[in-house]
């Protein structure tokens, strides 16, 4: 990569046809963080988002903790969101990437953080796809319990009322994640 940014290359300019930038590609590529920490030194822009309005940092589920750090050190909105729908940690969470998730918030990620009024937050992702030990790092990082999930936008399931955190839980018919929001409705 050195040698195509010594010879000129753009590192904000798009590198296929859906406007993916350099660092798009780097983020998730062949050694992540070498590849992106050479990009942001020759200027690549660190919230550039391609044609669908993909930022560099809606996609970390797919990387590294240390990119994760890298982004934000370099001002990388960590609350960015992909098509108004997805922030980073609800990606992540979604995906069951505990690490990526560990990561954003300890770099500043809001875990309540949803970019719109339907709150389907990173705890609904991590219940919805039954991974317990992100939602557990979610309610032991401040996630508030008592958020309401609006209906009908549920990307699938028919909820015709708002759920909070324990009545989706219940929704979903999942025992061991029932059990599991029952702890930490207890603890508060």
């Known amino acids: 990569m050195q040698y195509l940014i010594d010879n000129g ?17 780097a983020v998730t590529g062949e ?7 050479l990009l942001i030194e020759n200027g690549a822009d660190i919230n ?3 044609d669908s309005g993909v930022a560099p940092a809606t996609i970390l ?5 240390k990119v994760v750090k890298l982004l934000k050190d370099n001002g990388a909105d960590l609350d960015t969101k992909f098509l108004d729908y997805y922030p980073p940690i609800a990606i992540a ?17 809001d875990v309540n953080y949803y970019p719109n009024d339907i709150n389907y937050t990173a705890i ?7 991974n317990y030990e992100v939602a557990e790092y979610l309610f032991k990082n401040g996630v508030d319990l008592n958020i309401k999930m609006k ?12 759920y909070n955190v324990l009545e989706y839980a219940e929704a979903i018919q999942d025992k061991k994640m029932i059990d599991l929001v029952k702890k930490y409705y207890k603890k508060k």
């Open 93 to 109: 969470a979604g995906a069951g990437n505990l690490e990526i998730v560990k990561a954003l918030v300890e770099n500043g990620a």
């Open 9 to 25: 290359i753009d590192v904000n300019g798009k590198a296929d046809d859906n406007g993916d930038t350099p660092l798009l590609w």
């Open 61 to 65: 589920a797919a990387s590294t903790p």
């Open 151 to 162: 209906p009908d936008n549920d990307y699938g399931r028919s909820i015709k009322e708002s």
């Open 48 to 50: 550039a988002t391609n």
């Open 124 to 130: 609904f992702h991590a219940i919805d796809q039954h």
């Open 31 to 37: 050694n992540p963080y070498e590849a992106s920490k």
